[in-house]
């Protein structure tokens, strides 16, 4: 294939921003992380992987003009690519393939 | 303090270091804004203090995870920080100690210094600020020679006509304006109010130019003769008075009994001549017309034209004096003083904040020993370590790095918390400043004070690395890995150092609590000295009457004598009486007068009150010999005066001041007056001596304005408001505020500085005291514990209690004299600075000096003798066991 494949935290914050749907600021993916995740990222981490994401041309984001309590901040509106949406199902089907067999086994071990 | 704002503002410092990290492009801005947002979200309702601390937290932890994010750069440098976290971790008491007191010092530093760079650094905000001269008309006899920016300053006392002669004549200004603090009272609304203004010329705006921010300021045409009365209103006004409407500007409103036409309101940041300043009123025809020459109430501001320099400005000025002299025998005994405007400004508070400046300085200076000191023991302890790092073949270079490193780490913490303490510290300080430090809405902690924090703790993390430095790179490593093996005191180089730190924290600690001590005595022995009059069941409260300005003299006597008919039957008001000027009341005038003495009249100009026959009995001010007024002394009778102790004093020795004269007014149109009595002296002010005064009878000076004094009776809790009451129905339109003269010498611009002064530098006096015995104690346990092994020797050899505390404290006892010593001389050397810097008294005598000495040797005792009381418990068989 040729290119890195995803790492966790890039797999998660794409499928945030998919689940937010149509409107997924930086803080909304913050939020969705923790509690459907539990996954708590830092700022610093969640805005380096959503630059290496856009890098990767898997995340794009257009400006939105600011709120008050932003002090006339703008703001960006997250959204999933075409190419993000189809590594992203590249990843769960290589995921599956894998997981195929294993499912018993970890059940048993509980 | 710990104001609730609905939208929190992060620290600007803060934010500036996380838009650097983000950039500033739509990414980056769009971060800040994140940033913002979430801190909205969680402190929006909490004390802003909190918001602030979150956001800095905020902005390190995204530094840490920013930049980490994967790079190799990022990598190493969160692997070196782990790295140097985790050599300092095993140490953590160490670490904390050390962030600790250089906190401490930096937080006190930042302070200090954004008041300094506030207040006096920061040049004005005007136009090339450098260009701007005030220029006084003065008495050269009232001066000390050479006359100082800080008396100029106060000095009031330009006539008009004298003003606009100067406007003809100079050369040196593109543009002159004169102007003068005033009060009237704003009818507007439901409820007069008395606000503060200037009256000025529109070469004041020209000068400093600053545009309005709404409509005009004033022009040269509102300058002339017949001019429409106009005002232009301060930003604060506008905004409290007439709710920011725009349609303000255009509108006519009514001050003191004129109407004024609104032309322009002055952006929030305009503040001249001070911060008080609220709204700005033309010069009138009264004024402008006026050729009064012996006295005057102006004071002139300039901007050089181009080219023009100070020196140039001032030779112009005599020149022009000289000319006027010639045309204008009056004018003779006066002469012109030019100051920068940056310099009258500031001259009240310019000494007292580089003393604050330089006691936090010595705070941090006394922090940064005690550092050394546990780093100088640190690497003498490593002294080991570092002789077998060396033998392996490590250069000393090398080691001398290892302690910089850590120095410069813990310094960098430092620096960091002290810049935090000082910001949470920031508001409520600031919120005890006004009214006291002129130019105080001007302080700040931002990027021009970070840098200086930012290049002082790298700064000190290079000086308190370089003593061990030195140590570690110049240490002879046979003898210290001898000295280890012996387990003595830690070289003779060593012992020299921290004797060295020994005597500097003693001396700075004597050197700080002797300021400290000065002015807290002068502080002390200002508010416990007499006034002179009755402070506590006194009310006072200011009446002008507008209307009654140009009425006949009888009318506004019978007005007067009405009202105080009408307030005397207010429940608990004892006493009523009238005085033109008062102690602790704002503005009062120093007309010129002759005195009759033996030696002929002498000229001069003296305080002087108008009062009505009850005020000496309503203020308490006792008569000494002769009478006071009475019912008498009307308009018709002969012209009496009643004059204050240090007067008859001053004037006429020995003699009795009954029955001398006093001429009131210049040679050419003076009244004589007889002296009928004498009475006690007053203060007007915290910071003043007795008044040299005298008295006029109100009936033979019938005025439209008044101090009205209330003397309590039984019941005086109420007086206020009753009193508020009573007036308002009496007249509607004039703003009244009473309040205890008690309330009011709190209120004295002087007296809350004075106050402040020692109990800052009394905090930071303590602080370095405190420091210093830490220090102390630190060394002096070290070397208990460095010596654990000869103590035990010579206990076992039959050293007696007396012998081994000998051993252990008398070279530090020794040390500490010679530091009492050199500390006593810092203070007696500094002490004519630290004197002129005080507002009030001047404490005299030894008894600061001696106290202060017993009690740093008090303190350093008892540090001392903790670890020598410990000395004296060290068991000889545990002893040689510890090596």
Known sequence: MGKKPMGEVEHLVLLAVLRLGGGAFALDVLRELDREAGHVVSRGSLYKTMERLEAKGLLTWEVEDGSPERGGHPRRRFSVTEAGILELAEARARLMNMWKGVGGLLETDR | MMARARRPRPPRVAERILEWMVGKDSRGRSIVG????????????????????????????????????????????????????????????????????????????????????????????????????????????????PPTAGRAAGWFATPPATFFDWEKRS??????????????????????????????????????????????????????????????????????????????????????????????????????PSESTEAWVHFGDELVLSDVRSAGFLNAVGRLSPGVGLGEAREDMRRVSVEMAAVHPEERDFEVLVFPLQEITVAGARQGLLILLGAALVVLLVGCVNVTNLFLSRSAERGREFAVHAALGAGSGRLAGLVLGESLLLATFGGLLGGLLALAALDPFLAALPMTVPRAGEIAIDVRVALVITVLTVGLGILVALLPALHTGRSELNTTLREGGLGAAGGRRSFRSHGTLVVTEVALAVLLLSAAGLFLASYRLSAERDPGFGTDDVYSLYVSIPRLRDAAPHEQSIFFGDMMRRL???????????????????SYSMP??????????????????????????????????????????????????????????????????????????????????EVVGMVGNVRYGFARSEAVEYYRAAAQYPRSEFNVV????????????????????????????????????????????????????????????LLAVLGIYGVLSYAVVRRTREIGIRVSLGGTAREILRSVLGAFLVLSLVGTVLGLGLAV???????????????????????????????????????????????????????
Not at chain 2, 568 to 585: F, I, N, T
């Open chain 2, 568 to 586: 005397v039957s207010v429940p608990g008001v004892e006493r009523v009486a009238l005085a033109s000027q008062m102690p602790l009341m704002p």
């Open chain 2, 171 to 272: 050369r040196s200004f593109m543009h002159l304006g004169a102007y003068a603090s005033t009060s009237g009272a704003l009818e507007e609304g439901d409820e007069p109010v008395r606000i503060n203004g200037a009256v000025v010329t529109s070469g004041v705006f020209a000068a400093l130019g600053v545009p309005a921010e709404l409509g005009r300021h004033l022009m040269p045409e509102d300058d002339v003769l017949g001019a429409v009365p106009v005002v232009v209103l301060s930003h604060g006004l506008w905004m409290r008075g007439f709710g920011a409407d725009p349609g303000t500007v255009g509108r006519t409103i009514r001050i003191e009994g004129t109407d004024y036409n609104v032309i322009g309101v002055m952006p929030a940041d305009f503040a001249f």
């Open chain 2, 592 to 673: 010129p007068a002759g005195v009759e003495t033996s030696e002929g009249v002498q000229e001069t100009i003296l305080h002087s009150s108008v009062v009505s026959p009850e005020y000496f009995e309503a203020m308490d001010i006792p008569v000494l010999a002769g009478r006071s007024f009475d019912r008498g002394d009307e308009d018709g009778s002969t012209p009496v005066a009643v004059v204050s102790e240090e007067m008859a004093r001053r004037y006429w020795p020995g003699d009795d001041p009954v029955g001398q004269r006093v001429r009131i007014g210049t040679d050419d149109d003076g009244v004589w007056h």
């Open chain 2, 710 to 769: 209330l003397k309590a009776g039984p019941g005086a809790a109420g007086i206020p408001g009753a009193t508020v009451a009573a007036m308002r129905e009496l007249l509607p339109t004039v703003p009244v505020s009473v309040a205890s003269l008690r309330d009011r010498v709190e209120d004295d611009r002087n007296y809350r500085w004075a106050r402040l002064a020692s109990i800052l530098l009394s905090g930071l006096g303590g602080v370095a005291v």
């Open chain 2, 34 to 145: 994140d940033a913002r947002e979430e801190m909205a979200a969680r402190w929006g309702h909490r004390p802003r203090l909190f918001a602030k601390l979150w956001y800095w937290a905020y902005v390190g932890r995204f530094a840490l995870s920013y930049r980490g994010g994967g790079d190799p750069s990022g990598l190493r440098l969160a692997a070196g920080l782990r790295h140097a976290f985790r050599s300092l971790s095993r140490r953590p008491g160490l670490a904390l100690v050390v962030v600790g007191t250089l906190a401490v010092g930096i937080g006190a530093t930042t302070l200090a210094y954004a008041m300094v760079d506030g207040v006096l650094l920061r040049p004005l905000p005007y136009e090339e600020p450098g260009q701007l001269l005030n220029l006084s008309r003065v008495d050269p006899d009232w001066f000390p020679e």
């Open chain 2, 829 to 883: 050397v500094t002490g004519p600075v630290m004197r002129s810097a005080l507002v009030g008294a001047v404490p005299t005598g030894p008894w600061i000096l001696i106290e202060v000495t017993g009690v740093v040797l008090a303190t350093v005792l008892v540090a001392g003798l903790v670890p020598a009381v410990r000395a004296l418990r060290v068991d000889p068989l545990v002893a040689f066991k510890t090596e």
